[in-house]
Nanobody, 116 residues
Framework: QVQLVESGGGLVQPGGSLRLSCAAS????????MAWFRQAPGKQREVVAT???????DYTYSVKGRFTISRDNAKNTVYLQMNSLKPEDTAVYYC??????????WGRGTQVTVSS
């Protein structure tokens, strides 16, 4: 069973940066498009960014120009570089595969809090 472990979250002031990592227990990144999701309190989980097998990327409008998704297939790791953070980016961030009928078992996520 594939396990996903997210890390890198924390408390940051508006305008700050964080780099999230998502490590998988198996060699999954060469097979699927991967994505970062986030879920804010009282809201549904949403897709933030996706990265295809060949490296093509896509972002939800609210993070375009501020977030960058990348992947290192050799390390089975996906990253999310987040710059110019805003309070509305506060959420628990998760990674998982994207565009398939089912997901891997969700990890615990990593909390990102943007506040002064």
């Amino acid at each position: 069973q594939v396990q996903l472990v997210e890390s890198g979250g924390g408390l940051v002031q508006p305008g700050g940066s964080l780099r999230l990592s998502c490590a998988a227990s198996g060699s999954i990144y060469t097979t699927y498009t991967m994505a970062w999701f986030r879920q804010a309190p009282g809201k549904q989980r949403e897709v933030v960014a996706t990265i295809g097998i060949g490296g093509s990327t896509d972002y939800t409008y609210s993070v375009k120009g501020r977030f960058t998704i990348s992947r290192d297939n050799a390390k089975n790791t996906v990253y999310l570089q987040m710059n110019s953070l805003k309070p509305e980016d506060t959420a628990v961030y998760y990674c998982n595969r994207f565009g398939t009928p089912t997901y891997y078992t969700w990890g615990r996520g990593t909390q990102v809090t943007v506040s002064s």
